[in-house]
């Protein structure tokens, strides 16, 4: 993996670029949020996501967006953010 910053995927007029957050040493006794963005099978997708983790051991939150053509509300992201240690994005395309 680079060290390089990530860009915010945002629709901004100029990119941020922003430092990579530390990768986390495991995932034992973490909560996993997969946040369904709302597109088409997206949440089939989330299902299993849900079951491979559980298989694994792994606690999960499951998240959906109120629509797939607008970023996340910020309450849902801040709400995420206080209730997890990961996020996975489903997106099905």
Known sequence: M???PLRDPTAETSGLRRPRQERLPSLDGRSIALLDIGKMRGDEFVA???????GSGFATRTYRKPTNARVAPVELLQQIARENHAVVLALSD
């Open 2 to 4: 680079s060290n390089e």
């Open 48 to 54: 299993r996501l849900e079951q491979l983790f559980a």
